[in-house]
Each structure stands twice: as C-alpha cells, then as structure tokens.
C-alpha cells in the first residue's frame, strides 16, 4: 500500500502507533450525530407496533443502543476507514486523515463494534439478532471491497436507507412483539425507507469534488448537482404522498392530514433548495427532513391507533 495518499496527504496508515486523539477522536470517529436517525426510526417501530412497554423498558433502551451508538457507529467507523484517502480531499480534518487516528486503529474501532453489537443484539431476541447481523453486513458491503456499494449512487444510498430507516422500524415493532410486524407496518417503514433514498443523495453534494477524483460515482457525479437535486426532491416527496392516501384509506384522515400538511411545506423548501443545491443542501436537512422525520412519527401513530382498534 502506498505511502502517501491522493492529494498528497499522508496514509494514516504508514504512522503506526496509538490513536493520538484518543477518545475524543474514537468518538468523532463513529459520528453520533449520525445515530439520530436509526434511533428515531427504531422508537418509530416500537410506537407502531401498539404494544405497551409495560415491561418492556429494557427492549427500548437495548434496541435504541444498538441502532444507534454501535449499528450506526460501525458503519461510520468503517466507511471512514474505507474511506480515508478521498476524504483527504474532502474533508482532511476528520480523524483519520488528520492523522490522529494513525495506523490501522479505525479499522480496529470498526471490527471490534462489530462484535459488540453483535454481542448487545443477542438479548434482543432472534428478531434484534437477524436485523442486527442484515444491519452490519450492509455497512460492510457499503464502504469495503470486493462490493463496496457507494461507488454506485443507486445501491449505496438504498443501503444507507434501508439502514438508516427501514430497518430499524421493522426491528423495534419486531422486538416489542418476538414476531413479524403487521404488513402496514412494514409497508410505511418501507415507504419511509425509500424517501431516504433521496436524503442520502443531498448528503452527497458536499463531497462531489472528491468523489469524482476518486471515482465514486454518487448520484450528483453520476447525473449532476442539479438533475441529482430534482431526483432527490422527487424520491423524498412521492413515498410520503403514498402514505397520506394509505392513512386515508385506514380511516385515519387527522395523520394522514397531519403528514399531508408538513409534506406541503417540505415543498416550498424544496423550491428553495433547487435554487442553489450544492449550497442550500445542509440547510434542507436541518428543516425539511426534520420535517420528513416528524411526519414519520405521526405515521407510526396511526399505526398504533390502527392497532388498537384490531385488537
């Protein structure tokens, strides 16, 4: 492996050595703002799933641990390991690159909470477990060779999703009942799953420059920052359009009016990202899918209403 990296910044791993950072540059590493979103969606499940916790406390705490902190943490650990000479370019401050994570340590970090949340998942259940073992080798194949899906826009974003919000959900209905969720469960979590698709796709804009030198071929190399930016718009708002006709269709008119209305101001801050996409691209998702995220909230509602009145 060389010596030095595009750019001309040094390989972290030709350093050797202990992490200087230490625990500050562990932590950094596995990003925990990133854990937000998996963590949402596993609270979305076990509300949808119209089961009260009752005792079930444990399952909460455990399956919000796992999707987020080590689910979550995993992937960033290993994608920035994977992915440590394009972030060079892009964003040379992050741990490894900086050189305060030398050596292979962030591979290290990676693997070794791999298998702690393997180990956390066996008290979930064969549920948490299954979800847990589909989870982290979607991370895997995401960032590592031979398959490496962030190389292709289309299959790594849907990756990213299915990580990101279809699974969990799935998950923590799954956990609450030790069984397979309702159909309408995993058809909304499903619809949500495929919106984030579009999500994963405005992530992308700040590293186009990078990923183009090194041959990633995200959906802005691939089609351009603004085609990219249409399709993105267009993928968040049509799942969630779905949904409001499912919720109308269930009979459950007030969510479904509720998803309906934060879709029509998604909208109008979508007309503002198309103006400028590349620039306006962290703005959107600090309000338009805080938006997205909330109306998935009302939609696992729903769920449960519709729950509680089958049962």
């Not at 854990?35 to 919000?64: E, Q, T």
């Amino acid at each position: 492996m060389a010596s030095a990296s595009v750019n001309n910044q040094p390989d972290p791993i030709a350093s050797g050595g202990i992490a200087r950072g230490g625990m500050p540059a562990a932590l950094e590493l596995l990003k925990p703002i990133t854990w937000f979103a998996p963590m949402w969606a596993f609270g979305c499940g076990v509300v949808s799933s119209g089961l009260p916790l009752g005792d079930r406390w444990g399952v909460l705490v455990l399956g919000i641990l796992l999707a987020g902190p080590l689910v979550c943490g995993t992937s960033q650990a290993a994608n920035d390991w994977f992915d440590r000479h394009v972030d060079a370019i892009n964003e040379p401050a992050r741990p490894i690159p900086s050189g305060r994570m030398p050596g292979r340590s962030g591979l290290y970090v990676a693997l070794g909470w791999t298998l702690l949340s393997l180990l956390v998942a066996t008290a979930l259940g064969a549920w948490g477990f299954g979800a847990a073992i589909v989870g982290l080798a979607l991370a895997w194949a995401y960032s590592a060779p031979p398959l490496r899906l962030k190389l292709n826009g289309w299959w790594g974003n849907a990756a990213c999703a299915a990580c990101y919000e279809g699974l969990p959900w799935i998950t923590g209905a799954a956990v609450m009942a030790a069984a397979r969720p309702d159909w309408r469960i995993m058809l909304c979590a499903a619809l949500y799953s495929l919106g984030a698709h579009g999500i994963m796709t405005l992530n992308d804009f700040k590293s186009v420059e990078g990923d183009r030198h090194m041959g990633i071929g995200s959906l802005p190399v691939r089609l351009g920052v603004e085609r990219a930016a249409r399709l993105a718009c267009a993928v968040m708002a049509a799942p969630q359009v779905v949904v409001v006709a499912l919720l109308l269709a269930w009979h459950q008119p007030i969510h479904a009016g509720a998803v309906a209305l934060l879709l029509a101001v998604q909208l109008v801050l979508m007309a503002r990202l198309l103006r400028d996409p590349k620039a306006l691209a962290p703005w959107y998702n600090a309000t338009g899918t805080s938006l997205y995220v909330i109306g998935m909230l009302i939609t696992a509602f729903a769920l449960r209403f519709i729950a509680a009145g089958a049962g």
